[in-house]
């Protein structure tokens, strides 16, 4: 599995950005994915992911209203929508894939349930 996040950039606070997570080697119909971030001297934390079951998704509680996580497996690719970007969203993103399959519901929300990563793609929102 090979998959490499882009699309970042820096941003204006109030402003949007699109991720883009295309997936090689392996379906996004049976994969989970994840999108992970790490500001300098912080460690990584999920930001959202995206059930392999049925397309649930989860979101950490800042980002919760203002990003949105979406696949299109005709594509095998993620995105994560960003909108209303605040300065404390400032990170080097990254995304993930997992195997696990939880069902209905759930998705992996972890960075040790995940197996491959891509590199990541810094996003810096400032004025």
């Known amino acids: 599995v090979q998959l490499q996040a882009s699309g970042g950039g820096l941003v204006q606070p109030g402003g949007s950005l699109r991720l883009s997570c295309p997936v090689s080697?392996?379906?996004?119909?049976?994969?989970?994915v994840g999108w992970f971030r790490q500001a300098p001297g912080k460690e990584r934390e999920g930001v959202s992911c995206?059930?392999?079951?049925?397309?649930?998704?989860s979101y950490v509680d800042s980002v919760k209203g203002r990003f949105t996580i979406v696949r299109d497996n005709a594509k095998n690719t993620v995105y994560l929508y960003m909108n209303t970007l605040k300065p404390e969203d400032t990170a080097v993103y990254y995304c993930?894939?997992?195997?696990?399959?939880?069902?209905?519901?759930?998705?992996?929300?972890?960075?040790?349930?995940?197996?491959?990563w891509g590199k990541g793609t810094q996003v810096t929102v400032s004025s």
């Open positions: 080697g392996f379906s996004l119909d049976y994969l989970a």
């Open positions: 993930a894939t997992s195997i696990i399959n939880y069902g209905s519901g759930l998705c992996p929300r972890e960075t040790y349930e995940y197996d491959y």
């Open positions: 995206i059930s392999s079951f049925d397309g649930s998704t």
